[in-house]
Protein backbone atom coordinates (compact mmCIF):
# COMPACT_ATOMS: atom_id res chain seq x y z
CA UNK A 1 0.00 0.00 0.00
CA UNK A 2 1.95 3.03 -0.91
CA UNK A 3 2.01 6.51 0.59
CA UNK A 4 2.83 9.02 2.89
CA UNK A 5 3.02 8.16 6.59
CA UNK A 6 3.51 10.87 9.02
CA UNK A 7 3.88 9.57 13.00
CA UNK A 8 1.92 10.67 15.38
CA UNK A 9 -1.06 11.75 14.92
CA UNK A 10 -1.03 14.12 17.90
CA UNK A 11 1.43 15.33 19.56
CA UNK A 12 1.92 17.17 23.04
CA UNK A 13 5.09 18.75 24.09
CA UNK A 14 6.17 21.06 27.36
CA UNK A 15 7.82 24.16 26.11
CA UNK A 16 11.56 24.50 26.25
CA UNK A 17 11.59 20.75 24.94
CA UNK A 18 12.67 19.43 21.36
CA UNK A 19 10.52 16.84 19.23
CA UNK A 20 10.79 15.33 16.29
CA UNK A 21 8.20 14.70 14.14
CA UNK A 22 8.19 11.58 11.26
CA UNK A 23 7.05 11.28 7.48
CA UNK A 24 7.94 8.47 5.86
CA UNK A 25 6.90 7.27 2.02
CA UNK A 26 6.67 4.67 -0.14
CA UNK A 27 6.31 6.05 -3.56
CA UNK A 28 9.96 6.15 -4.73
CA UNK A 29 9.55 10.26 -4.98
CA UNK A 30 12.28 12.00 -5.03
CA UNK A 31 11.90 15.08 -3.51
CA UNK A 32 10.34 16.01 0.10
CA UNK A 33 8.89 18.96 2.03
CA UNK A 34 7.88 20.06 5.28
CA UNK A 35 5.07 22.80 5.64
CA UNK A 36 3.74 24.09 8.62
CA UNK A 37 -0.12 25.34 8.69
CA UNK A 38 -1.83 28.29 11.04
CA UNK A 39 -5.36 29.14 11.00
CA UNK A 40 -5.64 31.86 8.43
CA UNK A 41 -2.23 31.67 7.38
CA UNK A 42 -1.89 29.21 4.86
CA UNK A 43 1.02 26.67 3.70
CA UNK A 44 4.05 28.07 4.71
CA UNK A 45 7.56 25.87 3.72
CA UNK A 46 9.88 25.07 6.24
CA UNK A 47 12.43 22.98 4.46
CA UNK A 48 12.64 21.19 1.54
CA UNK A 49 15.18 18.33 -0.26
CA UNK A 50 15.68 17.11 -3.71
CA UNK A 51 18.14 14.33 -3.39
CA UNK A 52 19.23 12.33 -0.44
CA UNK A 53 21.64 14.07 1.68
CA UNK A 54 20.75 17.33 0.64
CA UNK A 55 17.76 20.28 1.94
CA UNK A 56 17.26 23.47 1.74
CA UNK A 57 15.57 26.23 3.95
CA UNK A 58 11.76 27.57 3.15
CA UNK A 59 10.74 30.66 4.01
CA UNK A 60 10.33 29.89 7.85
CA UNK A 61 13.20 27.62 8.59
CA UNK A 62 13.77 29.48 11.87
CA UNK A 63 13.85 27.17 14.46
CA UNK A 64 13.62 23.77 12.85
CA UNK A 65 16.37 20.98 11.86
CA UNK A 66 16.02 18.39 9.04
CA UNK A 67 17.88 15.57 7.69
CA UNK A 68 17.30 13.21 4.82
CA UNK A 69 19.56 10.13 4.91
CA UNK A 70 17.24 7.74 3.31
CA UNK A 71 15.05 8.24 0.48
CA UNK A 72 11.99 7.66 2.19
CA UNK A 73 12.46 9.19 5.25
CA UNK A 74 13.12 13.45 5.97
CA UNK A 75 12.12 14.05 10.02
CA UNK A 76 11.49 17.19 10.98
CA UNK A 77 13.16 18.57 14.52
CA UNK A 78 11.04 21.48 16.33
CA UNK A 79 13.69 22.76 18.50
CA UNK A 80 13.09 24.82 21.77
CA UNK A 81 14.32 28.08 19.74
CA UNK A 82 11.06 28.11 18.07
CA UNK A 83 9.04 30.67 18.99
CA UNK A 84 5.26 29.14 18.35
CA UNK A 85 5.55 25.64 17.74
CA UNK A 86 2.10 24.89 18.07
CA UNK A 87 0.59 24.07 14.47
CA UNK A 88 -0.38 21.15 12.09
CA UNK A 89 3.19 19.76 9.96
CA UNK A 90 2.13 18.73 7.20
CA UNK A 91 5.15 16.42 4.95
CA UNK A 92 4.41 16.25 1.65
CA UNK A 93 6.43 14.23 -1.39
CA UNK A 94 7.19 15.15 -5.39
CA UNK A 95 7.89 12.90 -8.15
CA UNK A 96 10.80 13.75 -9.22
CA UNK A 97 12.34 16.47 -12.02
CA UNK A 98 9.61 17.76 -14.29
CA UNK A 99 6.62 17.03 -12.12
CA UNK A 100 5.47 19.90 -10.36
CA UNK A 101 2.24 18.47 -8.42
CA UNK A 102 3.16 17.57 -4.64
CA UNK A 103 1.16 14.87 -2.11
CA UNK A 104 0.63 15.24 1.21
CA UNK A 105 0.87 13.01 4.13
CA UNK A 106 -2.28 13.37 7.08
CA UNK A 107 -0.35 15.97 8.98
CA UNK A 108 0.78 15.86 12.99
CA UNK A 109 -1.00 17.99 15.41
CA UNK A 110 1.95 19.43 17.69
CA UNK A 111 1.16 21.43 20.57
CA UNK A 112 3.12 23.26 23.08
CA UNK A 113 2.39 24.30 26.46
CA UNK B 1 0.90 41.98 -4.27
CA UNK B 2 0.86 38.91 -3.23
CA UNK B 3 1.54 36.03 -5.85
CA UNK B 4 -1.83 34.14 -5.72
CA UNK B 5 -4.40 35.16 -4.08
CA UNK B 6 -7.58 33.24 -3.09
CA UNK B 7 -10.83 34.28 -1.50
CA UNK B 8 -11.09 32.81 2.17
CA UNK B 9 -14.98 32.94 1.79
CA UNK B 10 -16.45 30.84 3.48
CA UNK B 11 -18.87 29.68 0.95
CA UNK B 12 -21.94 28.19 1.73
CA UNK B 13 -24.20 26.64 -1.13
CA UNK B 14 -27.37 24.05 -0.97
CA UNK B 15 -26.49 20.44 -2.33
CA UNK B 16 -26.39 20.18 -6.10
CA UNK B 17 -25.34 23.93 -6.32
CA UNK B 18 -22.93 24.55 -8.98
CA UNK B 19 -19.51 26.28 -7.07
CA UNK B 20 -17.10 28.48 -8.48
CA UNK B 21 -13.96 28.80 -6.59
CA UNK B 22 -11.30 31.16 -7.66
CA UNK B 23 -7.74 31.76 -7.57
CA UNK B 24 -5.68 35.08 -8.85
CA UNK B 25 -2.29 35.22 -9.58
CA UNK B 26 0.76 37.85 -10.34
CA UNK B 27 3.54 36.14 -11.50
CA UNK B 28 2.98 35.37 -15.11
CA UNK B 29 5.90 32.62 -15.19
CA UNK B 30 3.16 29.97 -13.70
CA UNK B 31 2.04 27.33 -15.82
CA UNK B 32 1.49 24.67 -14.01
CA UNK B 33 -1.88 24.36 -12.00
CA UNK B 34 -3.19 22.66 -9.60
CA UNK B 35 -6.05 22.59 -6.63
CA UNK B 36 -6.02 20.63 -3.79
CA UNK B 37 -9.09 19.27 -1.22
CA UNK B 38 -8.25 19.24 2.73
CA UNK B 39 -11.26 18.11 4.54
CA UNK B 40 -10.75 19.46 8.18
CA UNK B 41 -7.64 17.76 10.02
CA UNK B 42 -6.28 15.87 7.56
CA UNK B 43 -3.50 16.44 4.64
CA UNK B 44 -4.57 18.07 1.36
CA UNK B 45 -5.40 15.81 -1.54
CA UNK B 46 -4.39 16.80 -4.81
CA UNK B 47 -7.75 16.90 -7.08
CA UNK B 48 -7.07 18.79 -10.20
CA UNK B 49 -3.46 19.46 -11.78
CA UNK B 50 -3.08 21.63 -15.07
CA UNK B 51 -0.71 23.04 -17.15
CA UNK B 52 -0.79 25.93 -19.21
CA UNK B 53 -4.45 27.47 -20.38
CA UNK B 54 -7.28 25.36 -21.06
CA UNK B 55 -9.84 23.46 -19.43
CA UNK B 56 -9.65 19.51 -17.90
CA UNK B 57 -12.00 17.80 -16.65
CA UNK B 58 -12.45 14.69 -14.16
CA UNK B 59 -16.41 13.86 -12.73
CA UNK B 60 -18.06 16.89 -11.30
CA UNK B 61 -15.05 18.96 -11.09
CA UNK B 62 -13.84 21.26 -14.35
CA UNK B 63 -10.41 23.11 -13.77
CA UNK B 64 -10.45 25.94 -15.94
CA UNK B 65 -6.85 28.49 -16.38
CA UNK B 66 -6.74 31.86 -18.09
CA UNK B 67 -3.51 32.56 -18.10
CA UNK B 68 -4.40 35.72 -20.04
CA UNK B 69 -6.08 37.41 -16.98
CA UNK B 70 -3.66 35.21 -14.60
CA UNK B 71 -7.29 33.51 -13.55
CA UNK B 72 -7.49 29.54 -12.80
CA UNK B 73 -11.39 28.13 -11.18
CA UNK B 74 -12.85 25.00 -10.18
CA UNK B 75 -16.25 24.26 -11.19
CA UNK B 76 -17.76 21.46 -8.85
CA UNK B 77 -20.98 20.48 -10.75
CA UNK B 78 -24.05 18.79 -8.26
CA UNK B 79 -22.20 19.65 -5.16
CA UNK B 80 -22.94 17.03 -2.17
CA UNK B 81 -22.40 17.28 1.58
CA UNK B 82 -19.14 15.53 1.03
CA UNK B 83 -17.62 17.96 -1.02
CA UNK B 84 -18.04 20.18 2.04
CA UNK B 85 -14.04 20.95 3.06
CA UNK B 86 -11.14 23.80 2.23
CA UNK B 87 -9.73 23.88 -1.64
CA UNK B 88 -6.21 24.99 -1.49
CA UNK B 89 -5.17 26.44 -5.22
CA UNK B 90 -1.52 25.96 -5.95
CA UNK B 91 1.12 26.89 -9.16
CA UNK B 92 4.60 26.59 -10.15
CA UNK B 93 6.70 28.13 -12.85
CA UNK B 94 8.38 25.58 -15.00
CA UNK B 95 12.09 25.10 -13.95
CA UNK B 96 14.92 23.01 -15.84
CA UNK B 97 16.34 20.94 -12.71
CA UNK B 98 16.02 23.98 -10.28
CA UNK B 99 13.62 23.63 -6.80
CA UNK B 100 10.49 22.86 -8.04
CA UNK B 101 8.43 24.83 -5.65
CA UNK B 102 4.59 25.53 -5.22
CA UNK B 103 3.16 28.71 -4.42
CA UNK B 104 -0.44 28.22 -2.52
CA UNK B 105 -3.54 30.34 -1.77
CA UNK B 106 -4.51 30.51 1.39
CA UNK B 107 -7.46 28.04 0.58
CA UNK B 108 -11.69 28.67 0.74
CA UNK B 109 -13.86 26.83 2.86
CA UNK B 110 -16.79 25.48 1.63
CA UNK B 111 -19.75 23.97 3.20
CA UNK B 112 -22.70 21.97 0.73
CA UNK B 113 -25.75 22.36 2.59
CA UNK B 114 -28.32 19.03 2.45
Known amino acids: DGGITQSPKYLFRKEGQNVTLSCEQNLNHDAMYWYRQDPGQGLRLIYY???????QKGDIAEGYSVSREKKESFPLTVTSAQKNPTAFYLC????????????FGPGTRLTVT | QKEVEQDPGPLSVPEGAIVSLNCTYSNSAFQYFMWYRQYSRKGPELLMYTYSSGNKEDGRFTAQVDKSSKYISLFIRDSQPSDSATYLCAMSPRRQGGSEKLVFGKGTKLTVNP
Open chain 1, 92 to 103: ATRPGTGRYEQY
Open chain 1, 49 to 55: SQIVNDF
